[in-house]
Structures are given as C-alpha cells and as structure tokens.
C-alpha cells in the first residue's frame, strides 16, 4: 500500500513537470499494484493526476468486482 502511495506522489511529480514517460512508468507500477484495499485511493489519485490509462483500467476493476 505504501508502495503505492509513493508512486501516486511520484505520478503527481511527473505530471507537475509535464514528463510523459515517467508518468507512463508511473502508471505501470501502479496498475499491477491495484488490489481490493486501494482501488478507491487509486482511482482518486488517478482523476487528480490526469492518469486517463489509470483510470480505464480501474473502472473495469470495478465492473469485475
């Protein structure tokens, strides 16, 4: 879980400083962390980062659950 909240500040960063592919990196480590105990938190830091990858691949977590 921290694990996660490190990479969504680390996401934030990128997307401060307009860095595409520490962003798209970013969004990697986080769509294989995406469990049960996150996912809300994921999704929230997804929509405030502008993580539209994220986002997609959260809705669908939450159509499967």
């Given at each position: 879980l921290h694990?996660n909240?490190m990479?969504s500040?680390?996401?934030?960063?990128?997307?401060s400083?307009?860095?595409?592919i520490?962003?798209?990196?970013?969004?990697?480590i986080?769509?294989?962390?995406?469990?049960?105990?996150?996912?809300?938190?994921?999704y929230?830091a997804a929509?405030?980062y502008e993580a539209k990858v994220?986002?997609?691949i959260?809705?669908?977590?939450?159509?499967?659950?």
């Open positions: 694990y909240i990479t500040g680390l996401l934030d960063l990128a997307n400083y307009c860095e595409p520490l962003k798209r990196q970013c969004e990697q986080i769509r294989h962390g995406i469990s049960v105990h996150n996912v809300a938190m994921l929230a929509i405030k994220i986002c997609f959260l809705i669908f977590y939450f159509e499967d659950i």
